[in-house]
C-alpha cells in the first residue's frame, strides 16, 4: 500500500484524547495531528521519537496531518493506523503473495458473518464454493528484544472473533487468524497472556478447534507499507 504523497517527519510530543497527537514539525512547530488508532498504543511512541506524518491536503479538516508511522529510538518503524492492516493484506492475497491463501475466486471485505452479529475482515470463495474467513490483526507490541505480542490491552471483541471463527469452523469453513505486524523490530509473535489472559485462553481453545494462524510481517518505510515474510507464531 503507497502512500499517496511523502511522509513529513516531526518530533514527538504527547499523545491524548485517543484521537489526538502533539508534535514538532521542523517548519510549521508545535501542532496537533489526527491520531488514526484508538488503542493503548502501547510501547508505540514515546516523547522525543520520530512521529511521520501525512497532509490530508483537505482544508476543510481540523488537524490537517494525520500520524501514520513512529520510528523509535532504534529505528524500527511501526505503522500505527490499524485501518491500513486489512488493505495490506487484502492487496497481498489479490497479488497471490500469501503462500497459505492462494487459488480463490472472489475476494471480498467487510462481509457480514456469524452468530454475534459480527463483519469478517476478508471472505474467500474458490471454484467450488468453499469459504476462507480471514481475521485481520494489527501488531505493534514489541517487548523482549524482537518478541511481539496480541493484544496490548484486554478485549472482549477479540474473544468474540474468535468464538466466530471456531464457529465458522464447525459448519466446515476454513478459518484464519491473520496476525499482521506492523513493527519492524518485533521477529515472532505469541499470545499477550501477560496482559489478556482470557484472550490467551480463547485462542487456544480456537486453534485446537482447528483456527489457522498466520503471522507475516510488513516491509515498511515512508513511501510505502506491504507484506513481507512469514513469521513463527509462539501459543
Same mark, same amino acid.
Given at each position: 500500500?503507497?502512500?499517496?504523497?511523502?511522509?513529513?517527519?516531526?518530533?514527538?510530543?504527547?499523545?491524548?484524547?485517543?484521537?489526538?497527537?502533539?508534535?514538532?514539525?521542523?517548519?510549521?512547530?508545535?501542532?496537533?495531528?489526527?491520531?488514526?488508532?484508538?488503542?493503548?498504543?502501547?510501547?508505540?511512541?514515546?516523547?522525543?521519537?520520530?512521529?511521520?506524518?501525512?497532509?490530508?491536503?483537505?482544508?476543510?479538516?481540523?488537524?490537517?496531518?494525520?500520524?501514520?508511522?513512529?520510528?523509535?529510538?532504534?529505528?524500527?518503524?511501526?505503522?500505527?493506523?490499524?485501518?491500513?492492516?486489512?488493505?495490506?493484506?487484502? *492487496? +497481498? =492475497?489479490? #497479488? !497471490?503473495?500469501?503462500?497459505?491463501?492462494?487459488?480463490?475466486?472472489?475476494?471480498?471485505? /467487510?462481509? %457480514?458473518? $456469524?452468530?454475534?452479529?459480527?463483519?469478517?475482515?476478508?471472505?474467500?470463495?474458490?471454484?467450488?464454493?468453499?469459504?476462507?474467513?480471514?481475521?485481520?490483526?494489527?501488531?505493534?507490541?514489541?517487548?523482549?528484544?524482537?518478541?511481539?505480542?496480541?493484544?496490548?490491552?484486554?478485549?472482549?471483541?477479540?474473544?468474540?472473533?474468535?468464538?466466530?471463527?471456531?464457529?465458522?469452523?464447525?459448519?466446515?469453513?476454513?478459518?484464519?487468524?491473520?496476525?499482521?505486524?506492523?513493527?519492524?523490530?518485533?521477529?515472532?509473535?505469541?499470545?499477550?497472556?501477560?496482559?489478556?489472559?482470557?484472550?490467551?485462553?480463547?485462542?487456544? *481453545? +480456537? =486453534?485446537? #478447534? !482447528?483456527?489457522?494462524?498466520?503471522?507475516?510481517?510488513?516491509?515498511?518505510?515512508?513511501? /510505502?507499507? %506491504?507484506? $513481507?515474510?512469514?513469521?513463527?507464531?509462539?501459543?
Amino acid at each position: 500500500m503507497e502512500f499517496h504523497q511523502s511522509l513529513e517527519p516531526t518530533q514527538l510530543v504527547k499523545r491524548y484524547k485517543r484521537f489526538l497527537t502533539d508534535v514538532i514539525h521542523p517548519n510549521e512547530g508545535e501542532m496537533t495531528v489526527h491520531c488514526p488508532n484508538t488503542g493503548s498504543m502501547k510501547n508505540c511512541w514515546q516523547p522525543g521519537w520520530t512521529a511521520w506524518i501525512l497532509d490530508s491536503q483537505n482544508p476543510k479538516r481540523k488537524y490537517q496531518y494525520t500520524w501514520v508511522l513512529s520510528e523509535n529510538d532504534k529505528g524500527d518503524l511501526i505503522g500505527i493506523n490499524t485501518h491500513f492492516a486489512n488493505n495490506i493484506v487484502y *492487496e +497481498a =492475497i489479490v #497479488a !497471490g503473495k500469501v503462500k497459505e491463501l492462494v487459488g480463490f475466486a472472489d475476494v471480498k471485505k /467487510e462481509v %457480514k458473518y $456469524g452468530e454475534e452479529n459480527s463483519r469478517i475482515d476478508i471472505l474467500l470463495t474458490d471454484e467450488s464454493d468453499q469459504k476462507t474467513f480471514v481475521e485481520v490483526k494489527s501488531v505493534t507490541l514489541l517487548e523482549d528484544d524482537d518478541k511481539g505480542y496480541f493484544p496490548d490491552a484486554v478485549t472482549t471483541r477479540g474473544q468474540k472473533h474468535l468464538r466466530e471463527l471456531m464457529h465458522c469452523v464447525k459448519q466446515g469453513h476454513r478459518a484464519v487468524l491473520f496476525f499482521l505486524v506492523q513493527h519492524t523490530g518485533i521477529n515472532s509473535v505469541s499470545a499477550a497472556a501477560h496482559i489478556d489472559p482470557d484472550y490467551s485462553q480463547v485462542l487456544a *481453545e +480456537a =486453534i485446537s #478447534a !482447528g483456527v489457522e494462524v498466520l503471522v507475516y510481517n510488513t516491509d515498511i518505510s515512508v513511501n /510505502e507499507i %506491504k507484506l $513481507g515474510r512469514s513469521l513463527e507464531f509462539h501459543q
